[in-house]
């Protein structure tokens, strides 16, 4: 089960999308960009899911950090930014998400920049219907 690290400032957000995801996913949160770092020197993650901006440490400093110390994992940016598509060529992560989000394009971009799960789709047998979050 692949393990998503979400990292948001809106506890509304984080709670939301703790519930959407924890069906398929391991889910950890963190409310801003340190404690996400704290969190990924303790354990590793398959994808982080991030807001660019948020007090304490934002999404821009946070990825950069990551990169100083080594931290491959995934980035995708989930913001209301306008100019999302600059930050993610600008910061070279693996993907970018619009602000308000569909739930099943957010889980398409874990699946494809999080690498495979084991037993297919989600966590599904092989051959069975996908696991939908939301109709």
Known sequence: MKHVLLVDDDPDILASLRILLEENYRV??????????????????????????MPVLDGVELVQEMQTRGIATPVIIASAASNLDYWKR??????????????????????????????????????????????
């Open 90 to 135: 600008k910061l070279r992560t693996a993907d970018a998400i619009s602000k308000p989000f569909d739930i099943d394009a957010l889980i398409a971009k874990i699946e494809r920049v999080g690498g495979d799960t084991a037993g297919g789709e989600l966590g599904s047998p092989p051959g069975s219907p996908p696991n939908r979050v939301l109709a």
């Open 28 to 53: 950890t949160t963190a409310e801003n960009g340190a404690v996400a770092l704290r969190l990924m020197t303790d354990s590793p993650f398959d994808v982080v899911v991030l807001d660019l901006m």
